[in-house]
C-alpha cells in the first residue's frame, strides 16, 4: 500500500503544453504513472507525446476518468485551476507552482474544506509512492519501497533523508511534499493521519521548518492519535526573525514560528527531534533495525 | 513588502479608513509649505520602517513655520536604529481622548484573517497581550462569507469600548478588512485608532504589509517600493532573481532548496560558524544561475569562505559544477570555496571539478563534513 | 423590478459589460437629435416592459434624419401587446456577424446563481431549450465563491462558441455575475450577445430583474420605478401599502395571509366563479387596514361582488369586522359582501356584524360555503 | 416527542426590545417556552419583563445556554443576525423577518449549509410543538397535542388546515412554517425527514403554493424515503405567470412553479393532495381514523 498516488491514480495535469509541464509529465510517465489527460485551455484536441489535451478539466475527466489532478500553471492562473478542478470532481489536486498569492491560497482553502476535494501543496514537490507512481517533481531515482511514511514542508530536504535512509536499507510507503506555503491545502496532520492508517508504513519522519504553528499542531495530533514512531526535523534554527527563507511560509513573525519552539514541542510529546538531516536518517534506522 | 506609514495611508483613504489629512516631503522645504498648507499644528513624522521613532526622537509636534523648518531639518536625514530617515509625513495634528488598537492579521493556524480590537491602544500590543490579554480581543472572519457587520459590533462590545464609539468602531474595522483583502495584505495594522476630543475615529498610524506574490496585481503598490533602505547585496540579488538573505556572519552559503539551506546555515552555525547569508539557487539550477549567485556571495565584503552544498534532484551536479568552474574563470574569488555535491550527476560533477582543479576548493563527501570544513577556513 | 432594456444597459455599462452607444428619447425630437449625436445608422427600440417588440414594429433602423424621424413618430405612443410606448432608446447600429445568448439566473432549486450560455442566441431561447436543449449550456456558481475564470472558460468551450472570442465571452460572463450581486438582480439576460463583424463583443439587449427587497440599498434603481405602465388599482394598492395583485375577474378577495388568499382564489375558481384580485390584508391588520383596502377593492370597476376570507390567528376578527363597518360608513360600497370570519375573536367579529346590520353584508360559516354564495351572487 | 422546539429550547430573540418582538417574546414566554435572553446592541443589561438583554449572541449564549435563535429584526439586519447567531454556536434559528434581500439569503443559506446551524424561514411564523414550546407568531389556542406534523410555505393556511384537524379530534406533534421565502433555510425535505423520525407523529401534512420545485423535491423524496402517510395542499392554482402572490418565493416563471405541476408531482409519487384546506383536513381524519 501507499498513501494519495498508487497504480489507480489516473492523473490529469494542468500546463501539461508548458515546458515543464510537458517535462515532468512524461517523467512521471515513464515512472509508471497513469498520465492519462492534460488541461491547456484552446488546446483541446491536442496531445502531447500522446497525452490527450482537454480545454476543460471537465472534459478531461469525462473522456478520460482523471482521479487526480497536477497543477503546473504559473501562480497567477493556479487558483482558478485549482477550483476548476474540484468543481470537475477531481478528488486529489496536487499543485506544484509556487508563488500563489496567499489570499488565492486563503479562498482556496476555505472552499476545499467545506467538501469534495483534497489539496497538497502549493509550492510542494508533489508525491512519490515508490514503485507505484510518481506525482510531481521528485526525483524518484533516489527512492525505493519501503515502510517509511516520509512527509516534509521542503523538497530538496526531504531528498536528502530520504536518500540516506535508502542507503541505510530503508525505502518509504510514499513521501509527501506539503509544501512551503503560508496555507497549505494539506498540514502534516492530514497526512500522518494517512500514514498512521496505512498498514505498510511503519515510521514517519515529518520535515519541518520554521514559520507558522502546524510543526506544534502536529505534535499534538501524534500525541493523542499516532501508534507509529515518528521522527522528526527542522530547519531554520539560525533563521533571522522578520525574514521569508526562500519558502513563503518559512518566516519567523516576532517570536512566532521558532525553530526552537517547534522541535520543543515535538520532544514534549516524545517525538525524537534529530539535530542534523543525517541524524534523522541514523535515528530512523535506529527504531527501524529494532522493529526488523 | 511592508509600508511606509504614510503609503499605508494613502490605502486607508482609498478604501474609506478616515486618516488625519496629511502631505508627504523629502525636503525641508516640501515638509514647511506642506505645513503652511495644512495649518498648526501640525506633526511631522520620520518615515523608516522601523518602530520605536518616537522615542527616537523622529515624530515632532511643530506649531508654527519656524518650528516647522526646525523639525523637518532635524528629522530628515537622522538615523533611527540603523534606517535614514529620507522621507517625512506632515500631518494635521490629532486631539487625542483616547487611544485604542486595530489589527486584520493573516492567521497562518486558523488558516482565516483575524481582526483584533483593544481598548488599549498607543502602547507596544505586545506588552498589553501579557499583562492584561482579555484586553485583546480577537475574532475570525471566514474569508468566503467575509466581514459582517456583527464582526465588528461583537469586538467592539468585548473590548469594553465607549459607547459612543462603538459603531464607527466596528465599521472601521470592516474598512480595514476591506484594505487586508482588497490590497493583498497580509497585515493591517492601526496603532492608535485615535477617538478625537470631538469623538471622532482616526487611524493614526498605519502599518500595512502586502503580500509579494500578489504585487503583479497591485500596479500602483509594486511602484512604491523603494530600494534605498535594501542591504547592497539583496539588491543585487533581486535584480538577478535569486532567493537571498544577508545575515552577520562570514560564511557564504548557497544551496538548492529553501528548506536545505536554512538547513545548512543551521549545520554551519552548529560546526561553530557563522553564516553570511541564505541563497537558494532553487530546482533546475542552470550554470549562469550558479555563476550569477557566486558574484552576489563574495560581493559581502565579510565572506571568507563559501559552502556549496547541493543535493541534485533536479539539479544536475554537472551544471553546479560548471557554474562554478565559470565564476572562477570570471571573477577569480579569492576565498576558499567547500562544494558538497550529491544526487543527480553527482559523479559527473565532481570528475569536472577536479579536472578544473580550481585554486582553494575543496570537495566534500556529506554535508555535515563540508560544514565543519567551511568553518575551519573561515576562521 | 423589472428594468426596461436601456435602464438595464446603464447598468451593464457600470460593471464594464459592453454595450452600444446610445440615448434614451421620451419625444420625437428628442429621438432625432440622439440619432445626429450618435450618427447613422442608429436604431430605434420602444422602451417597454414586454417581448416582442421587433414583430410588433417596436424596432427600427434608420439611415438617416428623415427615417429618425420617421421611425420615432411611428413608435413613440404605439401600442404593443397592451403597453403604450412612452420612450425609446436610440442606438447606434451594430453589425451583426454571430448572435449568442447569456444569463444568470437565480436559481432557487439549487440555491445558486446559474449562469448560462448559448451559441444559438437572438431567438426564443425556450424554443431553442427544446428543439436543442445541448445548445445551452449551464453551470452553478458557489455565491459565497463567486464567479470564476473557468466558469467563463468551461461555459465557453462547451456552448461550442468561436475560438477567437471564446475569452471575452466567459470575461462578459463575469462581469454579468457582478451586475447580479452587485446590483441584487434575481435575473440577468442578454439575447442576442452579439459578435460583431470586428468580432467585439457587445450586450445587444438587457433584461434585468432586480429583487423588490433589496431596493433600500439601490436608490439610483429605485428612482427609476415608474408606474406609468401600472395598473390603476395596483398603484392605488401599492400607496397605501396593501399586497394587491390585479386580475380580470368579477370577484373581489380579500384574506389574510398570502397563502390563504391563494387558497381563497383557488376556491372560488373551483366554484365557477373568476377573481378580481389578489388582497393579503397581512398579519394583525388593523381596522383602517381593512377599511383602505376595500377601498382599492372596489375602484375595480369589474368587481361585482366581494369575498372576505378571514381566519384569525395575530389578526383579530373583531378587528376586522370594524374595518369593513368604517368602510361601509365612509364609501358606501354598491356591491354585495361575503364574509366568513374564523379564529381569534370570530364570535365579537360576528356579533358587530350582525349589529351593525350592513346592506348587503352575507356572513358564511366556512370558506367553501363563503366561496359558493359570493359566486353566486358576482353573476 | 416533537421536533426542532420542545421543553428543552432555550430561547434568545433578536430584536427582543422592538415592539413586535417584545409582544411574541412574552407570549411565546407565556406559552411555556423557556425564553433565557434577548439580543439589542447597545442594550445590553437592560431587560424586558425579566428576560436579560445582551448587546450580542455571544455573551447571551454564554451567560444563559441558549441554544434556539428566533430574529425579529428588520429585513436589513436580518442576515446579519442569523449569521452573528450561527457564529455564537445556536443550533437552530428561527427567522420571522420578512422581506430579506434574496441575495442575503443566499449568502446565508450557504454558509450555514456547510456546517453548524439550522435555519427555519425566514418569513415564516416560526414553530409550535404544542403542549411543549411555542416560537415564533403561531396562534397557539387552535392547536393542541397529536400525531399530525404540519410543514407548510404559510402561515394563515396552516391555521386553517390545524383548526379543521383539531375540530376533527386531532392534534398535532408540531407545526413547523418554513417560510415563503425564494431561498428557505430549511425546504419540505428537511423537515419532512425529521417528522418521519418522529415516533410521536403518524400523518404529515405539507402545505406548498406556487414557485420554485420545493414540492417536487419533496415529492421524489416521499416517494424514497418516508413510510408514514403524507397529506398535500397546493395553493395558488388560479395565479397568473410572473406576479409575486404576497410571498416573495410565490411567483409561477413562465412554465416553472405552478400549483398543477406540483400536484401533479405529488400525485404521482402516491400523495393525496387535498383540493382545498378543509377538503385536506377531512383525508387526514380519514387515515388517521383509520390507524387508530
Redesign the interface.
Known amino acids: 500500500m501507499a498513501i494519495l498516488v498508487d497504480t489507480d491514480t489516473r492523473l490529469v495535469v494542468s500546463g501539461v503544453t508548458g515546458r515543464e509541464g510537458t517535462f515532468h509529465s512524461l517523467r512521471n510517465r515513464d515512472y509508471g504513472t497513469q498520465v492519462v489527460a492534460g488541461v491547456t ?2 488546446k ?1 484536441g491536442q496531445d502531447v507525446d500522446g497525452i490527450p489535451v482537454f ?5 478531461a475527466v469525462s473522456e478520460t476518468g482523471a482521479n487526480t489532478a497536477m497543477i503546473f500553471v504559473p ?3 493556479a487558483a ?2 485549482i ?2 478542478a474540484e ?1 470537475a470532481g477531481i478528488a486529489l489536486i496536487i499543485a506544484i507552482t509556487e ?6 491560497e ?2 482556496v ?3 476545499l474544506k ?1 467538501g469534495g476535494s483534497r489539496l497538497i501543496g502549493p509550492n510542494c ?1 508533489g508525491i512519490l509512492s515508490p514503485g507505484k507512481a510518481n506525482v510531481g ?3 524518484a ?2 527512492f525505493k519501497e519501503g515502510n517509511v511514511g516520509l512527509v ?9 533523508i530520504g ?1 540516506e535512509l535508502a542507503q541505510g536499507g530503508f525505502g518509504n510507503s510514499s513521501i509527501v511534499g506539503i509544501g ?1 506555503d ?2 497549505p491545502g494539506s498540514s502534516f496532520i492530514d497526512v500522518i493521519e494517512l500514514f498512521e492508517a496505512d498498514p505498510e508504513t511503519e515510521l514517519i519522519v515529518m ?1 519541518g ?6 510543526e506544534e ?1 502536529a505534535a499534538e495530533f501524534i500525541a493523542t492519535s499516532v501508534s507509529k514512531p515518528v521522527v522528526a ?1 527542522i ?6 526573525p522578520g ?8 518566516i519567523v513573525s ?1 517570536t512566532q514560528g521558532t ?1 526552537a519552539a517547534k522541535a520543543e514541542a515535538l520532544e514534549a510529546k516524545g517525538v525524537r527531534v534529530g ?4 541524524q534523522v536518517a541514523e535515528i530512523a534506522v535506529e527504531i527501524l533495525g529494532a522493529r526488523v | 513588502m511592508d509600508l511606509l506609514e504614510y503609503q499605508g495611508k494613502q490605502l486607508f483613504s482609498k478604501h474609506g479608513v478616515p486618516v488625519p489629512d496629511g502631505r508627504h516631503a523629502a525636503t525641508v522645504s516640501e515638509a514647511v509649505e506642506a505645513a503652511e498648507e495644512l495649518g498648526y499644528p501640525v506633526v511631522i513624522k520620520a518615515q523608516v520602517q522601523i518602530g520605536g521613532r518616537g522615542k527616537a526622537g523622529g515624530i515632532k509636534l511643530a506649531s508654527d513655520r519656524a518650528e516647522a523648518e526646525q523639525h523637518a531639518q532635524a528629522i530628515l536625514g537622522m538615523d533611527i536604529r540603523g534606517f535614514t530617515v529620507h522621507e517625512v509625513w506632515v500631518e494635521k495634528a490629532s486631539e487625542i481622548d483616547e487611544e485604542y488598537y486595530a489589527a486584520i492579521v493573516f492567521d497562518r493556524s486558523a488558516k482565516q484573517p483575524m481582526a483584533m480590537l483593544s481598548r488599549m491602544g498607543g502602547m507596544d500590543v505586545e506588552a498589553v497581550a501579557e499583562t492584561d490579554p482579555e484586553a485583546m480581543r480577537m475574532l475570525h472572519v471566514d474569508p468566503l462569507l467575509g466581514f459582517q457587520e456583527f464582526h465588528g459590533r461583537r469586538l467592539a462590545f468585548e473590548a469594553g469600548i465607549a459607547a459612543d464609539v462603538i459603531r464607527p468602531v466596528g465599521a472601521m474595522l470592516g474598512q480595514l478588512y476591506d484594505v487586508f483583502v482588497a490590497e493583498d495584505a497580509t497585515l493591517v495594522e492601526v496603532n492608535p485608532l485615535l477617538i478625537t476630543n470631538a469623538r471622532e475615529v482616526v487611524a493614526l498610524d498605519a502599518k500595512v504589509t502586502i503580500d509579494d506574490n500578489a504585487l503583479y496585481r497591485h500596479a500602483d503598490v509594486a511602484a512604491l517600493r523603494d530600494a534605498s533602505g535594501e542591504d547592497p547585496q539583496e539588491r543585487m540579488a533581486k535584480e538577478r532573481g535569486l532567493t537571498y538573505v544577508k545575515l552577520d556572519g562570514n560564511v557564504g552559503i548557497l544551496g538548492n532548496g529553501a528548506g536545505l539551506v536554512m538547513s545548512t546555515l543551521d549545520v554551519v552555525a552548529q560546526a561553530g560558524g557563522r553564516p553570511a547569508n541564505f541563497l537558494d539557487a532553487g530546482g533546475g539550477s542552470k550554470a549562469e544561475a550558479i555563476t550569477s549567485a557566486v558574484e552576489v556571495i563574495i560581493s559581502d565584503e565579510k565572506v571568507s569562505a563559501v559552502l556549496f552544498n547541493i543535493f541534485g534532484g533536479i539539479t544536475r551536479c554537472d551544471e553546479v559544477a560548471r557554474g562554478l568552474i565559470e565564476a572562477f574563470r570570471s571573477i577569480e574569488p579569492d576565498v576558499p570555496f567547500v562544494v558538497r555535491l550529491d544526487g543527480t550527476n553527482d559523479v559527473e560533477g565532481r570528475a569536472l571539478l577536479a579536472e578544473a582543479n580550481l585554486p582553494n576548493v575543496h570537495t566534500e563527501a556529506t554535508m555535515l563534513g563540508a560544514a565543519e570544513k567551511v568553518v575551519e577556513l573561515a576562521r
Open positions: 485551455p484552446a483541446g480545454d476543460t478539466f471537465q472534459a501562480p497567477r492562473f482558478d485551476s477550483l476548476e468543481n508563488g500563489i498569492p496567499a489570499h488565492d486563503l479562498r482553502y476555505n472552499h467545506r514537490p517533481i521528485i526525483p531515482q533516489f516534509s514542508r521542503s523538497g530538496t530536504l526531504t531528498y536528502q536518500n512551503g503560508p496555507v520535515c521548518e520554521i514559520g507558522g504553528s502546524a499542531e526535523y530547519a531554520g534554527f539560525t533563521a533571522p525574514k521569508t527563507m526562500g519558502h513563503a511560509g518559512a516576532g525553530a539535530r542534523n538531516p543525517t
